[in-house]
């Protein structure tokens, strides 16, 4: 951060999407540039291409890395020398090649303190897959390179509703020997902390789904609710962790509980995911909470079927963006009221007295 502003790495994803076309929609909007220094890791080539083809009036300079970056302009850093055939509206070996060398060069930069957060444009999970790329996603990814040993948690959020996944990107057949007790308390625990210093709540109340329909009904549909998931939050409880459930999902999502809760843990990829963006397409963010960097990224796809038309709503990576500012900052202060706790006081308690024994040792 260089000045008050936050340096905003963002790659442009899968270039035969609609990454440079949210990107480019965003940031022809002036006020964008006041707020931040974007770094987009990607090719002149074919953001230059998107641009033409869409007619956008967005300019951007190129630059060779994100220290030459210059407030009040879009800065653009070339990640591959290679002519990139641009095939919109089709995945290819080529689309997967190229997001994969602007992911690396924007972690690498975020690694060298270029940049401060880092918002990533959808990729191809299949495209993308090679030698150096062989995981279900940037959350995986990003955790493996820049996690410093820690554990991502993926969480859905707008405004409102802010829904984390205790698995991921697991076939539906491994998801129940994934939820253990372990993992529940664990995925617990790093969202209560996000909720706290991510997001500045100060007492978050989290909501946890289950596993089995109507939470298992006692039993009758299994037993994971009643031996796995009410032990996990039994154990973050007794952490001082607000924590309720398990609650059946359709229930809760259809009757509106969701308001009532600053999180919501579900066990798995569609359960959380599905009643979400019905609820919150249009303004979701993906956030990686867990890791050192601040990453996030808008809540839909590569949208291959409108690529090129011009159509895509760019509302989505906007608010993503907003979110890496909001957390980045979050962060910040939450270090700074945190760096010098006050003393803990002891009370001589061999008597009635209200005398406080500061030397007392902990």
């Known amino acids: 951060m260089e000045n008050g502003k936050i340096r905003v790495g963002i790659t442009h994803g899968d270039i035969n999407g609609v990454g440079y076309e949210v990107i480019l929609k965003v940031f022809a909007d002036p006020a964008m540039l006041e707020l931040c220094v974007p770094v987009v890791y990607g090719s002149p080539k074919v953001a230059a291409?998107?641009?033409k083809v869409m007619e956008l009036g967005?300019?951007?300079q190129?630059?060779?890395?994100?220290s030459e970056a210059v407030?009040?302009?879009?800065?653009?850093?070339?990640?591959?020398?290679e002519e990139i055939k641009i095939e919109l509206g089709t995945p290819s070996a080529e689309s997967g090649k190229a997001a994969l060398a602007a992911l690396e060069c924007g972690l690498k930069e975020y690694g060298d303190g270029l940049i401060d957060v880092l918002v990533t444009a959808p990729i191809n999970k299949h495209c993308i897959q090679s030698d150096a790329f062989r995981f279900p996603g940037h959350t995986e990814y990003i955790q493996e390179r820049v996690g410093e040993g820690r554990e991502a948690l993926m969480i859905l959020m707008?405004?409102?509703l802010r829904v984390a996944l205790v698995t991921t990107h697991l076939p539906l057949k491994e998801v129940p020997a994934a939820v253990t007790q372990e993992a529940v308390a664990g995925k617990l625990r790093i969202f209560h902390h996000s909720l706290k210093k991510d997001f500045?709540?100060?007492k978050p109340r989290i909501a946890v789904l289950s596993l089995n329909p109507h939470a298992g009904d006692d039993g009758l549909l299994d037993t994971e609710e009643k031996e796995v998931i009410r032990p996990a939050t039994n154990e973050a409880e007794a952490e001082g962790i607000l924590c309720f459930g398990p609650f059946a999902a359709d229930g809760f999502f259809g009757s509106g509980a969701y308001e009532h809760y600053d999180g919501i843990l579900a066990m798995y990829h569609d359960q959380g995911l599905a009643p979400f963006k019905a609820l919150a397409m249009a303004d979701g963010v993906n956030f990686t909470a867990g890791l050192p960097v601040v990453r996030t990224s808008p809540a839909h796809g590569t949208a291959y079927d409108i690529?090129?038309?011009g159509v895509a709503d760019e509302n989505s990576f906007r608010q993503a963006i907003y979110t890496a500012l909001d957390v980045f900052r979050n962060r910040v202060r939450y270090d700074e009221a945190y760096a010098n706790p006050l003393r803990k006081q002891y009370h001589e308690k061999r008597d009635d007295s209200d005398k406080l024994k500061l030397n007392a040792s902990e």
């Not at 190129?62 to 994100?66: E, N």
């Not at 407030?71 to 020398?81: D, F, I």
């Open 58 to 60: 967005t300019n951007f």
């Open 71 to 81: 407030e009040g302009k879009l800065n653009l850093v070339a990640c591959t020398e």
């Open 49 to 51: 291409y998107h641009r």
């Open 200 to 202: 500045g709540i100060s």
């Open 307 to 309: 690529a090129g038309r």
């Open 158 to 160: 707008n405004e409102v």
């Open 62 to 66: 190129t630059i060779a890395s994100a």
